[in-house]
């Protein structure tokens, strides 16, 4: 039943959709089918199909929908379009097609976390992020046809939602161990010099994987609390780190993963401990047939370290459904109790930090005017304007 469903989600996936033009789904269904059919084969020529006029006002226009804070450079949509949008995408083009396209340094900033902490977002100028989305626009239908199916993130037709069903259905059919792992700074973490051989396997095209490297290596600028800024060359001169936030790092991000899942399967590891992996970004499950789970978090350490990858160890641990409980993408799964019999079954509610999360977002969006003296004081969103 489980796999069924997974083949009808594979079935179910389309490249495109109505808001992308015919030209670029052609060729989206034309890269995908190649490389569908072609385990073996390597795309020689992709770095023109980057700065097409079709490819790159569509990157703009998925730009613009997604909204975003200007970079570095303080140029927003605005900006683009008081000055001409026609001609900004033609300069991007030629600065592309001769080679003198160079990023700009990446604008760092910090949001905050459901624990308290903070965590660190890089914002790319608009003209680099329109160049990333249109290389996205190239290579990702290319690399879907090679990720496979227990990967959830960042993809066409598949969503947390599934990964979250995946989970509870491969409980019920008794895989009842589980490593709940996690691991540190994935997005930080992640080595370059092995990110670019996962690239090369499919990509023989040296003008596309510079530009990647380049957006790799990029500078990042901090402001610290007097407003003095600070460039600093930290993923290039560690070679480590994608840049979370920009366009191109789901793409990054699954494809590192991905070397993780093949790993698993080629050294027998799904067989020989009865094991299902689900992975949604750097959120990551194994569910074991009873009495694995402790081999298979041994052996996840093993290969996490091959790939130069570390495992968070205070918050990776194993346990055992129904008599324990674990959280995956904001639900826990265990045993329930249903509210009008009491009587107790297998499966998962939203878990207590995502409800938390929830009440606080709500809270911040009906938090009365700071003037509560003035009764006739509107309600107001405190994000509203900003």
Same mark, same amino acid.
């Given at each position: 039943m489980v796999q069924d469903k997974r083949k009808d989600v594979a079935r179910d996936r389309r490249l495109g959709n109505l808001a992308t033009p015919k030209s670029v789904q052609k060729l989206q269904t034309a890269l995908h089918a190649k490389a569908k059919t072609e385990a073996g084969y390597r795309f020689y020529a992709l770095y023109d199909k980057i700065y097409r006029e079709d490819i790159l006002a569509h990157a703009y226009a998925q730009c613009r929908t997604n909204k975003g804070a200007p970079g570095v450079d303080g140029q927003d949509f605005a900006d683009v379009e008081k000055y001409g949008l026609e001609r900004w995408l033609g300069e991007l083009a030629l600065a592309l097609r001769e080679e003198a396209y160079r990023p700009d340094p990446i604008r760092r900033v910090y949001i905050p976390k459901a624990n308290g902490k903070l965590r660190p977002l890089g914002i790319s100028?608009?003209?680099? +992020?329109?160049? =990333?989305?249109?290389?996205?626009?190239?290579?990702?239908?290319?690399?879907?046809?090679?990720?496979?199916?227990?990967? $959830?993130?960042?993809?066409?037709?598949?969503?947390?939602?599934?990964?979250?069903?995946?989970?509870?259905?491969?409980?019920? $059919?008794?895989?009842?161990?589980?490593?709940?792992?996690?691991?540190?700074?994935?997005?930080?973490?992640?080595?370059?010099?092995?990110? =670019?051989?996962?690239?090369? +396997?499919?990509?023989?095209?040296? +003008?596309?994987?510079?530009?990647?490297? =380049?957006?790799?290596?990029?500078?990042?600028?901090?402001?610290?609390?007097?407003?003095r800024k600070r460039r600093t060359t930290e993923a290039k001169d560690s070679g480590r780190g994608i840049p979370q936030g920009s366009p191109i790092s789901p793409l990054l991000a699954n494809l590192y993963m991905r070397r993780f899942v093949l790993g698993w399967k080629k050294l027998g590891l799904e067989a020989s401990l009865g094991s299902r992996i689900v992975t949604y970004a750097d959120d990551l499950v194994i569910l074991c047939t009873r009495g694995n789970a402790e081999q298979a978090l041994v052996r996840m350490r093993e290969l996490m370290g091959r790939l130069k990858l570390t495992v968070n160890e205070e918050k990776t641990r194993v346990c055992t459904v129904p008599e324990e409980t674990f959280d995956f993408l904001g639900y826990t799964f265990g045993r329930m109790y249903q509210r009008t019999t009491g009587r107790a079954y297998l499966g998962m509610r939203p878990s207590? #930090?995502?409800? #938390? #999360?929830?009440?606080?977002?709500?809270?911040?969006?009906?938090?009365?005017?700071?003037?509560?003296?003035?009764?006739?004081?509107?309600?107001?969103?405190?994000?509203?304007?900003?």
């Amino acid at each position: 039943m489980v796999q069924d469903k997974r083949k009808d989600v594979a079935r179910d996936r389309r490249l495109g959709n109505l808001a992308t033009p015919k030209s670029v789904q052609k060729l989206q269904t034309a890269l995908h089918a190649k490389a569908k059919t072609e385990a073996g084969y390597r795309f020689y020529a992709l770095y023109d199909k980057i700065y097409r006029e079709d490819i790159l006002a569509h990157a703009y226009a998925q730009c613009r929908t997604n909204k975003g804070a200007p970079g570095v450079d303080g140029q927003d949509f605005a900006d683009v379009e008081k000055y001409g949008l026609e001609r900004w995408l033609g300069e991007l083009a030629l600065a592309l097609r001769e080679e003198a396209y160079r990023p700009d340094p990446i604008r760092r900033v910090y949001i905050p976390k459901a624990n308290g902490k903070l965590r660190p977002l890089g914002i790319s100028t608009l003209r680099d +992020r329109v160049c =990333m989305t249109a290389a996205m626009l190239v290579l990702d239908p290319i690399f879907e046809a090679d990720l496979p199916p227990e990967q $959830y993130a960042y993809r066409r037709g598949r969503n947390a939602q599934q990964a979250v069903t995946e989970v509870e259905e491969t409980l019920f $059919y008794d895989h009842p161990d589980v490593v709940d792992a996690d691991l540190a700074d994935y997005f930080g973490s992640i080595p370059h010099a092995e990110l =670019m051989l996962s690239l090369a +396997r499919r990509i023989v095209d040296g +003008r596309v994987l510079h530009l990647i490297k =380049m957006w790799l290596e990029c500078a990042v600028e901090d402001t610290d609390d007097k407003g003095r800024k600070r460039r600093t060359t930290e993923a290039k001169d560690s070679g480590r780190g994608i840049p979370q936030g920009s366009p191109i790092s789901p793409l990054l991000a699954n494809l590192y993963m991905r070397r993780f899942v093949l790993g698993w399967k080629k050294l027998g590891l799904e067989a020989s401990l009865g094991s299902r992996i689900v992975t949604y970004a750097d959120d990551l499950v194994i569910l074991c047939t009873r009495g694995n789970a402790e081999q298979a978090l041994v052996r996840m350490r093993e290969l996490m370290g091959r790939l130069k990858l570390t495992v968070n160890e205070e918050k990776t641990r194993v346990c055992t459904v129904p008599e324990e409980t674990f959280d995956f993408l904001g639900y826990t799964f265990g045993r329930m109790y249903q509210r009008t019999t009491g009587r107790a079954y297998l499966g998962m509610r939203p878990s207590k #930090r995502s409800i #938390r #999360r929830t009440v606080e977002k709500v809270h911040a969006l009906t938090t009365s005017h700071p003037d509560s003296t003035n009764p006739s004081a509107e309600l107001e969103c405190p994000l509203a304007g900003s």
